[in-house]
């Protein structure tokens, strides 16, 4: 890859500054990077929104549609939770199916939403055991500039706020009609740490993923409590440092909400 | 149910458009930092995103042609940019279109001069209504500009077809739903006004089918013209930066020159 020596250096020079408490853009070690939302990205979509997270790109739409619920829970609809690393994203992102990264991703906002609560699933119950509302939250990747993860959460908050559900008629959908907005009883969101050279950074970009040891995404709520973990990368972390991280995702996530003022 | 009026007595069509007006049309070049070039487009309520990487080394090496580099274009849509939610998968539909694309930038780009290579060109469809295909062709070759990738010419596309009798361009999807609905995909390199993407779907005569064909022309030179200004703008907004840096650099170097003494005091 042509600029593959490129970042090979970066990362040298993430791991040289970092002893110092500094960071290549200099950034303080628990800043995240400038963010843009754009919600209603795509009309043909039930919500969607478009974050720019320095120069991270993601858009993620979002459509409801009607199943049978699941035999275990004939009273409830559900989510799923889909993401595309696209090729245009990235130098070493390749076409085809969803591999181990992508689909890491995807579950790990799928987690963070699910386990939340912020969606009631019994809300999205139509006929009890033959028919439910499920929404599908797809994730676009359009420029990996690092810390997918957070950048995944953010769009998929702001497309599921901004989710309108399908009238119904005959319990079939009418197009382009709505019946009202998709309920969210919380804002669940992901803050991603990165661990370099024994120091913690929030919001990793690309240089410092290279850098990086190990990596601790966490999904958090207003309310203080926890909805998902996902420790990824070959190092590890103590204790106190996962401590650390907690307090610090609380914090952080909700200076990010703030972006969110609707709810 | 109720009749559409598809050209009213004004000669206005449904979205209140001319028979020969385009829908608007805006492109921004250079907004992927990862790709080697990129563009951004929206096309009535079309958006598209492309990527450019390479020439590249293709890999695997038995697809390498030592005479020429191979042009791999992939159109996808996402799931939600049409109104029932598409499967992740790519269709038939999807393939077609990308193969045809492709082989339409390959006559522009100069293929010739990077042998056993690929130019890659990713296309992301966000939002659609009719017209897709031109819209991120369109946007591809201003990518592949932003990329530096030598080319003959770009290459415009855009659609003109017909609905309730009238020729007109670049439809809209619910002219393209007329009963007697003509639809022609047509890019060409303005220049020598070289045809490289034609499709026709719809039953038309042999007049009727010129009189689109030429319509569809005019339709291609006014993407040009954006296509045109999207790149320039682009350089000239470079070029203001460059502008400002040197200014700077001046006012820095007459300081020093006025008053020497801010030399040997170090950076003030």
Same mark, same amino acid.
């Given at each position: 890859?042509?600029?593959?020596?490129?970042?090979?250096?970066?990362?040298?020079?993430?791991?040289?500054?970092?002893?110092?408490?500094?960071?290549?853009?200099?950034?303080?070690?628990? $800043?995240?990077? &400038?963010?843009?939302? $754009?919600?209603?990205?795509?009309? +043909?979509?039930?919500?969607?929104?478009?974050?720019?997270?320095?120069?991270?790109?993601?858009?993620?739409?979002?459509?409801?549609?009607?199943?049978? &619920?699941?035999?275990?829970?004939?009273?409830?609809?559900?989510?799923?939770?889909?993401?595309?690393?696209?090729?245009?994203?990235?130098?070493?992102?390749?076409?085809?199916? &969803?591999?181990? +990264?992508?689909? $890491?991703?995807?579950?790990?906002?799928?987690?963070?939403?699910?386990?939340?609560?912020?969606?009631?699933?019994?809300?999205?119950?139509?006929? $009890?055991?033959?028919?439910?509302?499920?929404?599908f939250i797809d994730i676009y990747i359009a420029n990996d500039a690092g810390n997918l993860f957070d950048a995944s959460s953010l769009a998929a908050l702001g497309a599921l706020l901004d989710t309108k559900i399908p009238k119904l008629e005959d319990d079939k959908i009418v197009k382009g009609e709505y019946s009202g907005?998709?309920?969210?009883?919380?804002?669940?969101?992901?803050?991603?740490?990165?661990?370099? +050279?024994?120091?913690?950074?929030?919001?990793?970009?690309?240089?410092?993923?290279?850098?990086?040891?190990?990596?601790?995404?966490?999904?958090?709520?207003?309310?203080?409590?926890?909805?998902?973990?996902?420790?990824?990368?070959?190092?590890?972390?103590?204790?106190?440092?996962?401590?650390?991280?907690?307090?610090?995702?609380?914090?952080?996530?909700?200076?990010?909400?703030?972006?969110?003022?609707?709810? | 149910?109720? !009749?559409?009026?598809?050209?009213?007595?004004?000669?206005?069509?449904?979205?209140?458009?001319?028979?020969?007006?385009?829908?608007?049309?805006?492109?921004?070049?250079?907004?992927?930092?990862?790709?080697?070039?990129?563009?951004?487009?929206?096309?009535? *309520? %079309?958006?598209?995103?492309?990527?450019? @990487?390479?020439?590249?080394?293709?890999?695997? *090496?038995?697809?390498?042609?030592?005479?020429?580099?191979? #042009?791999?274009?992939?159109?996808?849509?996402?799931?939600?940019?049409?109104?029932?939610?598409?499967?992740?998968?790519?269709?038939?539909?999807?393939?077609?279109?990308?193969?045809?694309?492709?082989?339409?930038?390959?006559?522009?780009?100069? #293929?010739?001069? @990077?042998?056993?290579?690929?130019?890659?060109?990713?296309?992301?469809?966000?939002?659609? %209504?009719?017209?897709?295909?031109?819209?991120?062709?369109?946007?591809?070759?201003?990518?592949?500009?932003?990329?530096?990738?030598?080319?003959?010419?770009?290459?415009?596309?855009?659609?003109?077809?017909?609905?309730?009798?009238?020729?007109?361009?670049?439809?809209?999807?619910?002219?393209?739903?007329?009963?007697?609905?003509?639809?022609?995909?047509?890019?060409?390199?303005?220049?020598?006004?070289?045809?490289?993407?034609? *499709?026709?779907?719809?039953?038309?005569?042999? !007049?009727?089918?010129?009189?689109?064909?030429?319509?569809?022309?005019?339709?291609?030179?006014?993407?040009?013209?954006?296509?045109?200004?999207?790149?320039?703008?682009?350089?000239?907004?470079?070029?203001?930066? !460059?502008?400002?840096?040197?200014?700077?650099?001046?006012?820095?170097?007459?300081?020093?020159?006025? %008053?020497?003494?801010?030399?040997?005091?170090? %950076?003030?």
């Amino acid at each position: 890859m042509r600029d593959d020596i490129l970042w090979e250096l970066r990362s040298d020079k993430v791991k040289e500054l970092i002893k110092v408490s500094q960071r290549l853009d200099g950034r303080g070690l628990f $800043e995240y990077r &400038p963010v843009q939302i $754009e919600t209603g990205f795509s009309k +043909n979509a039930h919500g969607s929104c478009r974050i720019r997270l320095g120069e991270t790109d993601v858009i993620v739409g979002v459509k409801m549609d009607i199943a049978e &619920p699941y035999p275990d829970s004939p009273d409830e609809g559900s989510i799923t939770v889909g993401a595309e690393l696209m090729p245009m994203a990235s130098p070493v992102f390749e076409p085809g199916p &969803p591999d181990q +990264n992508a689909t $890491e991703l995807a579950r790990v906002v799928d987690r963070c939403i699910r386990e939340s609560k912020a969606i009631d699933f019994k809300k999205l119950s139509i006929v $009890e055991g033959e028919k439910a509302w499920f929404v599908f939250i797809d994730i676009y990747i359009a420029n990996d500039a690092g810390n997918l993860f957070d950048a995944s959460s953010l769009a998929a908050l702001g497309a599921l706020l901004d989710t309108k559900i399908p009238k119904l008629e005959d319990d079939k959908i009418v197009k382009g009609e709505y019946s009202g907005k998709l309920e969210l009883s919380k804002k669940p969101l992901l803050t991603t740490f990165a661990k370099i +050279n024994g120091k913690i950074v929030v919001d990793p970009a690309t240089a410092e993923e290279r850098a990086m040891d190990a990596r601790l995404s966490i999904g958090t709520t207003e309310e203080a409590l926890m909805s998902a973990m996902q420790k990824g990368g070959t190092g590890s972390f103590t204790q106190a440092e996962i401590e650390q991280c907690i307090e610090l995702a609380f914090q952080k996530s909700d200076e990010l909400r703030k972006f969110f003022k609707v709810g | 149910m109720e !009749e559409i009026v598809y050209v009213n007595a004004e000669g206005k069509r449904i979205d209140g458009r001319k028979l020969d007006e385009l829908r608007p049309i805006k492109i921004i070049p250079s907004v992927l930092s990862r790709a080697e070039g990129s563009a951004y487009i929206e096309w009535g *309520q %079309n958006k598209a995103l492309v990527g450019v @990487f390479g020439p590249r080394e293709a890999i695997p *090496q038995h697809i390498q042609d030592p005479t020429k580099a191979i #042009v791999n274009y992939v159109y996808r849509m996402a799931t939600f940019s049409v109104p029932d939610r598409k499967s992740p998968k790519p269709g038939r539909r999807e393939i077609e279109i990308s193969k045809v694309s492709g082989e339409a930038l390959a006559k522009a780009i100069f #293929v010739e001069r @990077f042998p056993n290579t690929t130019i890659d060109i990713y296309v992301h469809i966000f939002d659609s %209504n009719a017209g897709t295909r031109c819209a991120a062709l369109t946007a591809a070759s201003v990518a592949l500009a932003d990329a530096g990738i030598p080319m003959r010419d770009l290459v415009s596309a855009c659609a003109v077809g017909r609905a309730a009798g009238h020729i007109m361009l670049d439809l809209c999807k619910e002219e393209e739903d007329a009963t007697d609905a003509v639809d022609m995909p047509l890019a060409i390199m303005p220049r020598t006004k070289e045809v490289v993407l034609l *499709q026709m779907d719809g039953i038309i005569s042999k !007049e009727e089918w010129k009189e689109a064909f030429e319509l569809g022309l005019k339709g291609c030179q006014q993407v040009y013209e954006i296509q045109k200004k999207a790149l320039k703008r682009k350089y000239e907004e470079i070029a203001e930066e !460059e502008a400002k840096a040197i200014e700077h650099v001046d006012k820095q170097l007459k300081e020093i020159s006025e %008053n020497p003494e801010l030399l040997r005091g170090g %950076n003030k």
